[in-house]
């Protein structure tokens, strides 16, 4: 069966510096979404992105994040200036229609320092 | 906004005992409805989902739920669980229609002893 598949499956950075995690979709789904799961709390929804823009974004993804799909094959979360907060299991979603099941990537796990 | 509670954070069972998770929601509309599971070190999986027609759906490895609209409810079940089933369980929750976000339970830890 295809997967999401996100990279890396850890990243450890210094607070205030920019990471960028990048998820590989599978190959026919067109609705891309990134949720982040803080330790010990529920998963939680940031941002969805179809037809090269973002269709709709939570209030955790606020000016520090942003979205591309830079080469129409990779989706990327970029997090320009990390914060201690900012560390949690982020998780790449996609999907082939709106109104479908999202399959999820394994993951990054994100811990700013 | 769509809000889902999972009233079991932690559940503990012998192997072939039955399980019932409970997942209750709010939401005003239509709705899409999820379990996923997430096996120790893996990705979320989906369990089974219901979008509309039969109530009772059966998902993979012998899970089954059953959305009861008057109730806002879709608990997971089935009826003999096995060690393999260890795992954290999410309910999930979009409004159908569109391409919207997913919001999901809090999670129940499942530990089957054998």
């Known amino acids: 069966e295809p997967e999401v598949t996100q990279t890396p499956s850890h990243q450890v950075t210094q607070m205030g510096q920019e990471v960028i995690l990048r998820c590989v979709p599978i190959?026919?789904?067109?609705?891309f979404y990134w949720y982040r799961q803080i330790l010990g709390q529920k998963v939680e929804f940031l941002v969805s992105?179809?037809?090269?823009?973002?269709?709709?974004k939570s209030e955790i993804f606020d000016d520090q994040f942003s979205v591309e799909r830079p080469d129409g094959s990779n989706f990327t979360l970029k997090i320009r200036s990390t914060k201690l907060e900012d560390s949690a299991m982020y998780f790449c979603?996609?999907?082939?229609?709106?109104?479908?099941?999202?399959?999820f990537g394994d993951g990054t796990r994100l811990s700013i320092l | 906004a769509q809000s889902v509670s999972q009233h079991n954070h932690h559940v503990i069972l012998s192997e072939a005992a039955s399980l019932e998770l409970g997942c209750n929601y709010s939401?005003?509309?239509?709705?899409?409805l999820f379990w996923y599971v997430q096996y120790p070190g893996q990705h979320l999986q989906l369990l089974l989902k219901?979008?509309?027609?039969?109530?009772l759906v059966k998902g993979i490895k012998g899970f089954e739920a059953e959305f009861i609209k008057s109730k806002f409810s879709f608990n997971l079940r089935k009826p003999s669980v096995q060690w393999s089933d260890t795992a954290e369980y999410f309910c999930?929750?979009?409004?159908?229609?569109?391409?919207?976000?997913?919001?999901f339970g809090t999670g129940t830890k499942l530990q089957v002893i054998p």
């Open positions: 190959s026919n789904h067109l609705y």
């Open positions: 939401y005003g509309g239509t709705v899409n």
């Open positions: 219901y979008f509309s027609g039969d109530p």
């Open positions: 992105f179809y037809n090269n823009e973002i269709s709709e």
């Open positions: 979603a996609t999907a082939w229609g709106g109104d479908q099941p999202q399959h």
């Open positions: 999930a929750v979009n409004a159908a229609g569109g391409y919207q976000k997913v919001t």
